[in-house]
């Protein structure tokens, strides 16, 4: 596609919920990052992927997150029972490997309540 | 892991008023960005400079890699220009990760 594509762009859930947020990454580009971003706040990195494996997964905040990806392309990020602090923009982005130019999604905005 | 301070962490100019933002890095970098978030929160590529100057429209950014620093130069500054200006940089030990400065928060009034 012509740039990073995420879904849903906005959800809202109820606490205890599971949730997952998907990616689709540019064509072609084999690095793929989840971020996340608290209202007001600087962008907190949570798990990067190099084709389909994740060998850095420290930023994942607790065991209710995981992530995967699959065919080298697209990449679901998942939330298990959520609480209220996961509330956050979710923001994704891609890149053609590891320090090229990484481009952004959109963001999917979760509201847990 | 590296370190990525901003400077300042806020500004207001008068539109037509030029500024400079720095972004200071702990270690070594191979890929140093500019990206602006606008304020429905799409972050935008302005600049992919580990070292060197570049220049785009009234933008132009340098890294000094030796010295672990880069500078944003906004000229003209335009109303559109506000919004979060972040760096972000990527070691290059390890399974390194791009890291975010805490960003500037640029306000341009008319």
């Known amino acids: 596609g012509a740039g990073v594509s995420q879904s849903p762009s906005n959800k809202v859930t109820e606490k205890g919920k599971d949730v997952e947020l998907r990616c689709d990454p540019i064509s072609g580009h084999t690095a793929l990052y989840w971020y996340r971003q608290s209202l007001g706040q600087g962008l907190e990195f949570l798990i990067y992927f190099q084709g389909n494996s994740a060998p850095d997964k420290s930023g994942l905040p607790s065991d209710r997150f995981s992530a995967e990806r699959t065919g080298g392309s697209v990449s679901t990020l998942t939330i298990q029972r959520t609480q209220q602090e996961d509330s956050a923009v979710y923001l994704c982005?891609?890149?053609?490997?590891?320090?090229?130019?990484?481009?952004f999604g959109q963001g999917t905005r979760l509201t847990v309540v | 892991g590296i370190q990525v301070e901003q400077s300042p962490p806020d500004l207001i100019l008068q539109e037509g008023a030029n500024s400079t933002l720095r972004c200071n890095f702990s270690d070594s970098v191979n890929n140093l960005q500019w990206f602006h978030q606008n304020p429905w929160g799409q972050l935008i590529n302005l600049f992919y400079i580990p070292s060197g100057t570049k220049q785009n429209g009234r933008l132009s950014a340098t890294t000094v890699a030796t010295e672990r620093y880069s500078l944003l130069y906004i000229s003209s500054s335009q109303t559109t220009d506000s919004g979060v200006y972040f760096c972000a940089v990527e070691g290059n030990s390890g399974y390194s990760t791009l890291t975010f400065g805490k960003g500037t928060m640029l306000l341009v009034s008319p």
């Open positions: 982005a891609s890149s053609p490997g590891q320090y090229l130019e990484a481009f």
